[in-house]
């Protein structure tokens, strides 16, 4: 019944000690053995996705960026891409700047600031990507696939309300972590991905199953036939989600693909 399964990275297939089990990776083969297309989709870069793709041997286009960047993972050919609007960019900037809020931002893949700190040196040690200082008219000049806002929750509680009011008909606007609050374009969704790769691989999204656990994931949990959410994820998603999972410590995506893929009864 399932053709494809689109995975979150971080807090659904790696466990809390940034891995991916044993037994998950040979519950992927078995489903790739099968004929299910498996990826990923994270607002991670690529540049860091691939990283983890290649630990589970997937060989096939990541959605990245929330869905801003669809590539594939041998000859890096672009499938899908969305940038955010660049007046949008420039009002962030200012934004910013003005509150004393750190962002980053990205573009050709790539991590840039416009000051070095311990949040952007943190960011980049996490990912396991570079980071790049630039000043802003440098950054400004190219099309951004996506900005990041790197605060305590509560205020980014309050900053996103408040861009919601601001720009939220123009961009879209997520919490992939509780210290991260990004800005993508409209299309730069997970759902978007997920639709296009869907079509890409000519199956319906009845055929495709989608697991995360955070905010982000809300779109393509609400686009694929099944939507899934891990033990840990965040309560509105289990609201929405059509079957809640284990954990990602106790290999909740393994536990999927047993259950409706290779239909072995779970313990």
């Keep these: 019944m399932y053709r494809m399964i689109t995975i979150d990275v971080d807090d659904t297939l790696l466990t809390d000690q940034m891995t991916v089990s044993e037994e998950t990776k040979h519950a992927l083969a078995m489903a790739i053995n099968e004929g299910v ?3 990923l989709a994270t607002g991670r870069m690529f540049a860091s996705a691939r990283q983890i793709a290649s630990q589970v041997k997937l060989n096939v286009p990541l959605i990245t960026y929330q869905g801003s960047l669809v590539k594939n993972l041998l000859d890096e050919r672009i499938l899908y891409e969305r940038a955010v609007p660049g007046n949008i960019s420039s009002f962030l900037f200012d934004y910013a700047k003005k509150h004393g809020f750190h962002l980053q931002a990205y573009y050709n893949d790539q991590l840039v600031g416009v000051k070095e700190n311990e949040k952007l040196r943190k960011y980049s040690a996490v990912s396991k990507v570079p980071f790049f200082i630039q000043s802003e008219a440098e950054i400004l000049s190219h099309p951004l ?12 509680n309050t900053m996103a309300q408040d861009l ?13 972590k509780p210290y991260f609050l990004e800005i993508l374009h409209k299309e730069g969704t997970k759902g978007h991905a997920v639709a296009f790769l869907a079509d890409y691989f ?12 955070s905010w982000n994931d809300r ?29 990602n410590n106790e290999n909740g995506v393994k536990h999927v693909i047993d259950k409706f893929i290779l239909r072995i009864p779970n313990k």
């Design 37 to 39: 297309t498996i990826t």
């Design 202 to 213: 000519g199956c319906s999204l009845d055929e495709v199953i989608a697991i995360g656990d």
């Design 145 to 156: 696939t996506k900005l990041l806002f790197f605060e305590e929750p509560d205020v980014l």
């Design 164 to 176: 919601i009011k601001e720009i939220g008909d123009e961009v879209y606007i997520t919490k992939s």
């Design 219 to 247: 779109e393509m949990i609400e686009t694929a036939g099944l939507g899934v959410a891990m033990e840990n994820a965040v309560p509105a998603l289990k609201e929405i989600a059509d079957y809640v999972t284990k954990s």
